[in-house]
């Protein structure tokens, strides 16, 4: 079982920078795929970034190459996404997700989400 905790959401401006934090609790965070999903209102939930477990290799949606960046620390059971030139488009709630799959089973788990508002 991992229980995730989002933190760092809030208003900022057009052009303007915040940095994301989820925080795992539980076993085995190195094992585990970490993943910023976001959802606006009216809109299907959308994969933002995402990390494998030992963090040697990232993806990204095309809308956010550039702006954004996912990274992790396993010594802290933490994965952030580092926000740059937001956007009022980038307004959603943020969640964070880890999945592995383990002897065969999908284990797959979602934070609470983080507001992120961009707006003037």
């Known amino acids: 079982q991992v229980q995730l905790v989002e933190s760092g959401g809030g208003l900022v401006q057009p052009g303007g920078s915040l940095r994301l934090s989820c925080s795992a609790s539980g076993s085995a965070f190195n094992t585990y795929t970490m993943s910023w999903f976001r959802q606006a209102p009216g809109k299907e939930r959308e994969l933002v970034a995402a990390i494998t477990s030992a963090g040697g290799s990232t993806n990204y949606a095309d809308s956010m190459k550039g702006r954004f960046t996912i990274f992790r620390d396993n010594a802290k059971n933490t994965v952030y996404l580092q926000m740059n030139s937001l956007k009022p488009e980038d307004t959603a709630v943020y969640y964070c997700?880890?999945?592995?799959?383990?002897?065969?089973?999908?284990?797959?788990?979602w934070g609470q989400g983080t507001q992120v508002t961009v707006s003037s």
């Open positions: 997700n880890a999945r592995r799959i383990w002897v065969g089973i999908n284990y797959e788990y």
